[in-house]
């Protein structure tokens, strides 16, 4: 098979849905925001999922979109202060628009600081401008988000973990990987991408963005993607032989993603470990620092913390 000259834009973002209609989730779901879009309202929402990239800021967005809303994103992980609150969403939400929209603020990751002042101060701001406001937050731990906010929200679960839901949703996102790949003019095997999207769904981000990188990389998609990984052969040797800076820098250059790299580091880095001892210490250091980055804004700090308690076992490993 001949190799393409492939397209660099970004996939996540060249087909990131600008519709609710658009928007791969369960139909009832989807009944339910084509309702709201029907009806031209919106109620404040939390949208939250453990797992990364199953749409939630996509169909926030198109949301907004649909309804026509004038619409302020905040990504909380960055902006979590009562400063935000009282400086910029205070500024937006008090106001009526001039041209009678509907006025929407994102809160995007909201969970992922643990200062919850932001959180507390939200409490009044929701009952203060609910005449010409609504607020939509997502999160990836609603554990972490207070009950006394919590309950002013509309409550939509984004796992889909169940095994009717992955029945539902796995085809749909099969087929929008195949629209996908046809209209780059990609090579693919079908039955690879039924096995990919088998095997990191909920994460459709991650499928995204494997397919990219992989055909980037090889000129179509055939079944060496189901052993395709985020890290490489190089980074594990800079591990595994303790060079912090140059792994660090090599992960920084490759543009890596660090929450996909913890997954990595337990399904390939870890079986090259001889000594069984030091293997089950890496071990507890993954699942330490990948629950603990959960509560960072910068995820580099945790998983540098990580790198270095993982190569000072292997320090110790004789």
């Known amino acids: 098979m001949s190799k393409k000259q492939l397209s660099y834009t970004i996939f996540t973002e060249k087909y990131r849905p600008i519709s609710v209609k658009d928007v791969i989730m369960p139909t009832t779901y989807k009944n339910a925001f084509l309702k709201m879009v029907e009806e031209g309202e919106v109620p404040h929402l939390l949208l939250h999922s453990s797992y990364p990239g199953s749409g939630k800021t996509s169909l926030a967005k198109a949301l907004c979109n649909d309804i026509g809303a004038d619409f302020m994103y905040i990504n909380a992980s960055e902006d ?44 009044g701001a929701i009952e203060e401008f609910h005449n010409t406001c609504r607020f939509i937050a997502t999160c990836n731990h609603v554990n972490k988000i207070i009950s006394p906010l919590r309950s002013r929200f509309q409550d939509f679960d984004f796992n889909m973990n169940t095994q009717e839901i992955r029945s539902e949703m796995i085809p749909k996102v099969v087929n929008r990987i195949k629209g996908v790949l046809q209209v780059e003019k990609i090579e693919f095997d079908l039955s690879a991408i039924q096995e990919l999207v088998e095997l ?16 980037n990389m090889s000129g179509m998609i055939d079944r060496n993607i189901l052993n395709f990984t985020e890290s490489d052969e190089k980074l594990y040797e800079l591990v595994l032989s303790r060079k912090f800076t140059a792994a660090r820098q090599y992960i920084l250059d490759n543009g890596y993603d660090f929450d996909g790299l913890y997954t990595d580091f337990y399904k390939n880095l870890v079986p090259k470990i001889k000594n069984k001892k030091a293997q089950l210490s890496v071990i507890r250091a993954i699942g330490e620092w990948n629950y603990r980055s959960a509560f960072c804004t910068d995820k580099e700090i945790p998983f540098a913390t990580m790198l270095l308690e993982i190569m000072s076992e292997l320090g110790e490993e004789g």
């Open 80 to 123: 979590s202060g009562v400063d935000v609150l009282r400086n910029e969403i205070r500024r937006f939400a008090s106001g009526r628009s001039i041209v009678g929209k509907k006025k929407i603020v994102i809160l995007d990751e909201l969970d992922a600081n643990s200062n919850t002042s932001l959180q507390k101060g939200l409490r």
């Open 200 to 215: 990191h769904f909920p994460d459709i981000r991650k499928i995204y963005n494997m397919v990219q990188k992989y055909s």
